[in-house]
């Protein structure tokens, strides 16, 4: 194996760990089965995360980096606020097609065991940088005179509590077709519903 | 002959007209020529922006129209059916506040105005000191800026209340320049105690007393000021609070008065421009201001120099030297008063569900002040300020003259313009 | 500018539309003899004054430093003469022009009621075209509604003294502008942890966030010159209004706008993304010290 710097070597912890936890579960998967996936011993893995809770507040961290690092791609774009809102909703889907483990870990794991969170990873402590750039784009989109001027959260509620649940159908197979077939019908319904009244 | 002259010095410009007849005044206008368009810059801006932008009409009582817009809104918030709930300590210190502005602009008038004007017309001159003037002015001027943050152009009355949560070391810090004013007061302006002078019987206490008020008071006696300047023997209180009542008085004999027959007309004058307005009562003018309040409130010093010397300038003068003490001691008993363990704010309707009229009344250093506002949603539809200078300088006919067109008849031009100075002219407030 | 043996330097202040406050404002000046002791004050709206108003409007004397109090209005006569011929004689011969207070400086409030003819003396709102564009070098703006009477009194003590003035773009003193309002404010521990104030009247809480306050975003040093010597708009509850900006009045002045519930504004020089990260970890934390009435707050540690 090519020698990885200490960061390369993290973020490969991180995705495999993504990936037990997605395919067993958060509580049943130890730090041996994470260890062993990424081929190290587990005293060198405890190098890298002192334990499986400071693990798991740093995955969360890396999806909101992940996220935010993507809007804000958008963000920064010329395009029109409903094409950003398209934009949004099509990485959020892609992401969930494409690394299903990153949604299900935010889903399935941070939003519904938030007694893991709760020292040190509370309110924004680790999800900042995605929500500061739903922030940002719903700034924009008040400034440019596109969105209705409303509270952020309730903003904010429908819009990702929007995608969260398509996402969930999508993962419990009830949705009869891709999450690439509602891209369009969703942005449209976001836009209709936040858009200046 | 008409001879024109221009007055500066009294808060912007004026010029009277003078109209002479064998040496003396037969009949003169005033004019006031420039004009700020402070009521249309109100037009539908929010309603709350009133409390910022109204101060700005004048820089010597900002905080009179400042208390004027909060009744105004309070007012029309009542007039729309929501409650406006004040705790007594909310309506002390805004009353302390606007009792300090009045002080401020006494001592102002005094040392900045009165003693100069008088100067101008004896020999040896008055040893003018200004700068004692500014200097209780800046006292003053602190003791309301611990409440209100600043003194001129403060916002800080909101309607429901205060802006500001004061301590027992604030309290204790007013108290200490109040008492800083009087003794400047006792020390450099009457030479006396406070007690002593507010127990003057009449204007031979004065006699042996030596200082810049009873050299004042001696020039004046000296000038025959006692025999001049006569308006009209009326007078009109308009402002509620704890050292005016509304009144209006005619021959001695008071009735009750009410805002809602204040008649604005356009001023008369003689080949000139100018944006003033006149304030009337009914159609009739009357005299606003610290000479109408202290007779209105009984006060036995006014009353007896009153019996006579009735309203001339010397009575005019001396009223107001007289509500300046009794304003001092009422400031310290305002601020006794004072619970701080009561609420300084009590949240109201949000002001977009407002849409009333409403009028705020308000005694300001010169006399009635009043706002007039109709408020839809919350944004100003219309504002109207009528001023105390309205009531006392306006221009008018000959046939029927203002307070000031009629105290400046029958004197000689110098003496007319000292006597134009008795009534304290605020020439921004007149045409905001 | 002057050795001792130089006649003291004469100052004008002259007034366009104004409501008088600067000039009341400086009279509130600690130790005001003092300082006029170190000039010839040839004219000023209610100081004694060693020339008439008419002399003035006559323009048949220079003067070493103009004052202008209040907005700019080039139809506006004082004594008959228009205030245009009269402002041009004496910036045309003075060293130094002073614009006292908003007006002057931008247009102000008195701007609003013409805006298509009023101005400040140099600038029209930020924009550099007043009518003294060819004297722009010696204008200096004490913005301010009012102005400081200590902010002026700087002003002039360091012309008497012969120092440089350094000014910003808008002309105004760096030593007295480059202070944010924020800088000092009674408040500031709860802008750091964003502890909004729930309601006027009251100690604890921050104003920026509903009631308005400008203060982050305000060119002024009120909170650290304090204001009577005593206090300041923010120490007593009042929010900031940014009177000392070009472009004050603004409206709404008593409530922040928000983008869905997102400050419009951010403290300056502060990028929005960095802000709203900052604002986002800390109103996480709660701390109870911040969140009650300090009254209540008994424990010490």
Not at chain 1, 132 to 145: A, K
Not at chain 2, 186 to 191: A, N, Q, V
Not at chain 3, 206 to 223: D, E, I, V, W
């Given at each position: 194996m090519a020698r990885m710097t200490k960061e390369e070597r993290k973020t490969t912890i991180i995705s495999a760990a993504l990936q037990l936890f997605s395919e067993r579960g958060f509580y049943i998967t130890t730090i041996p089965d994470i260890a062993k996936k990424v081929g190290m011993s587990v005293g060198n893995f405890y190098n890298y995360f002192n334990s499986k809770d400071i693990l798991a507040k740093e995955l969360i961290i890396y999806i909101s980096e992940y996220l935010g690092r993507n809007i804000r791609v958008i963000n920064e774009k010329e395009s029109s606020t409903e094409e950003k809102i398209y934009e949004i909703v099509s990485m959020y889907f892609n992401m969930a097609d494409e690394e299903p483990e990153m949604i299900e870990y935010f889903l399935r794991v941070y939003l519904s065991n938030r007694e893991i969170f709760g020292d040190g990873c509370e309110g924004m402590l680790c999800v900042s940088p995605f929500v500061?750039?739903?922030?940002?784009?719903?700034?924009?989109?008040?400034?440019?005179?596109k969105l209705h001027n409303q509270d952020f959260?309730?903003?904010?509620?429908?819009?990702m509590g929007y995608l969260g649940g398509m996402v969930f159908l999508f993962g419990e197979k009830i949705l009869p077709e891709p999450l690439e077939w509602y891209k369009e019908s969703i942005s449209q319904n976001i836009y209709n519903a936040l858009k200046t009244r | 002959m008409i001879t024109k002259q221009l007055i500066n010095q009294i808060e912007g410009e004026a010029t009277i007209s003078f109209d002479i007849k064998d040496g003396v005044v037969d009949f003169a206008t005033i004019a006031f020529p420039h004009f700020r368009g402070i009521e249309s810059i109100l037009k539908r801006k929010d309603a709350l922006d009133a409390l910022v932008i109204t101060p700005r009409v004048c820089g010597i009582c900002g905080h009179a129209h400042l208390?004027?817009?909060v009744r105004a809104i309070e007012d029309a918030y009542k007039n729309a059916g929501y409650r406006v709930e004040l705790s007594k300590k909310v309506e002390i210190i805004r009353e302390f506040t606007l009792v300090m502005e009045i002080i401020q602009n006494h001592f102002k008038w005094i040392y900045l105005t009165i003693i100069p004007e008088i100067s101008k017309l004896i020999k040896p001159n008055q040893k003018q000191t200004p700068l004692k003037g500014a200097y209780a002015a800046s006292i003053a001027s602190k003791a309301i800026a611990i409440f209100a943050g600043q003194w001129p152009h403060s916002s800080y009355m909101i309607p429901g209340g205060i802006t500001t949560d004061p301590t027992n070391v604030d309290i204790l810090k007013v108290e200490s320049y109040v008492d800083e004013l009087i003794n400047f007061f006792?020390?450099?302006?009457?030479?006396i105690s406070l007690e002593t002078f507010l127990s003057f019987k009449s204007n031979k206490n004065f006699g042996g007393l030596k200082s810049d008020i009873s050299f004042l008071e001696n020039n004046l006696m000296n000038l025959n000021m006692d025999k001049k300047g006569f308006a009209h023997d009326r007078f009109l209180v308009l402002g509620k609070h704890t050292f005016s009542k509304p009144l209006k008085i005619e021959q001695t004999y008071p009735t009750s008065s009410d805002v809602k027959y204040v008649n604005i007309t356009e001023a008369y004058s003689l080949n000139q421009v100018s944006y003033a307005k006149n304030a009337q009562y009914g159609d009739i003018f009357y005299e606003a201001g610290p000479l109408s309040r202290t007779i209105s409130n009984n006060l036995p010093i006014v009353k007896n120099i009153y019996r006579r010397s009735k309203d001339s300038a010397y009575t005019r003068v001396m009223s107001r030297i007289f509500e300046l003490a009794t304003l001092l001691q009422h400031a310290k008993n305002l601020l006794s008063k004072?619970?701080?363990?009561?609420?300084?704010?009590?949240?109201?309707?949000?002001?977009s569900k407002i849409t009333a009229k409403g009028i705020g009344v308000v005694e300001a250093p010169r006399g009635p002040l009043l706002h007039l506002t109709d408020i839809k949603d919350g944004v100003i539809q219309e504002y109207k300020i009528v001023t105390p200078t309205q009531f006392n300088i306006g221009s008018s006919t000959k046939e029927n003259p203002t307070p000031v067109q009629q105290a400046m008849r029958g004197t000689t031009k110098e003496e007319a313009l000292f006597i134009f100075r008795t009534f304290d002219v605020c020439s921004v407030c007149t045409t905001h | 500018m002057h050795s001792k043996q130089d006649k003291k330097p004469s100052i004008i202040w002259f007034q366009g539309l104004t409501c008088n406050g600067n000039t009341h404002s400086f009279l509130n000046l600690e130790n005001l003899e003092k300082l006029l002791d170190k000039f010839e004050l040839l004219s000023h709206p209610t100081l004694p004054s060693t020339q008439d108003f008419k002399t003035i409007t006559d323009c048949t004397l220079i003067c070493d430093i103009f004052i202008f109090e209040g907005t700019y209005d080039p139809l506006m006569k004082r004594n008959n003469v228009l205030v245009s011929n009269i402002i041009e004689h004496y910036s045309k011969y003075a060293k130094y022009i002073i614009a006292a207070g908003s007006c002057a400086s931008f247009g102000g409030i008195f701007r609003s009621s013409a805006p298509q003819r009023n101005s400040g003396i140099l600038f029209v709102e930020q924009e550099k075209s007043g009518p003294l564009l060819s004297y722009e070098r010696k204008v200096i703006n004490i913005?301010?509604?009012p102005l400081h009477p200590q902010w002026l009194s700087y002003t002039l003590n360091m012309i008497e003294k012969g120092n440089n003035i350094e000014i910003d773009s808008l002309h105004r003193p760096i030593e007295l502008y480059s202070n944010l309002a924020h800088h000092g404010c009674t408040k500031n521990e709860y802008f750091e942890w964003k502890v909004d104030t729930e309601n006027f009247g009251e100690k604890e809480g921050?104003?920026?966030?509903?009631?308005?306050?400008?203060?982050?975003?305000?060119?002024?040093?009120?909170?650290k010159i304090l204001w009577n010597e005593v206090s300041s708009k923010t120490r007593v509850g009042t929010p900031c209004f940014g009177c000392t900006e070009p472009n004050f009045p603004r409206s709404n002045l008593f409530s922040t706008k928000t983008n869905m519930s997102i400050p419009e504004d951010v403290p300056l020089g502060v990028p929005k993304r960095n802000y709203l990260t900052i604002t986002g970890i800390a109103k996480t934390f709660h701390i109870k010290r911040l969140e009650g009435k300090l009254i209540d707050y008994k424990t010490t540690d």
């Open positions: 500061t750039e739903m922030m940002m784009f719903f700034n924009d989109g008040v400034e440019c005179g959260f309730s903003a904010f509620g429908l819009f | 208390m004027a817009t006792e020390k450099e302006s009457i030479g004072i619970d701080i363990s009561q609420k300084s704010y009590t949240q109201c309707m949000d002001i | 913005s301010g509604c921050c104003l920026f966030y509903k009631q308005g306050c400008r203060a982050p975003m305000t060119h002024a040093s009120c909170n």
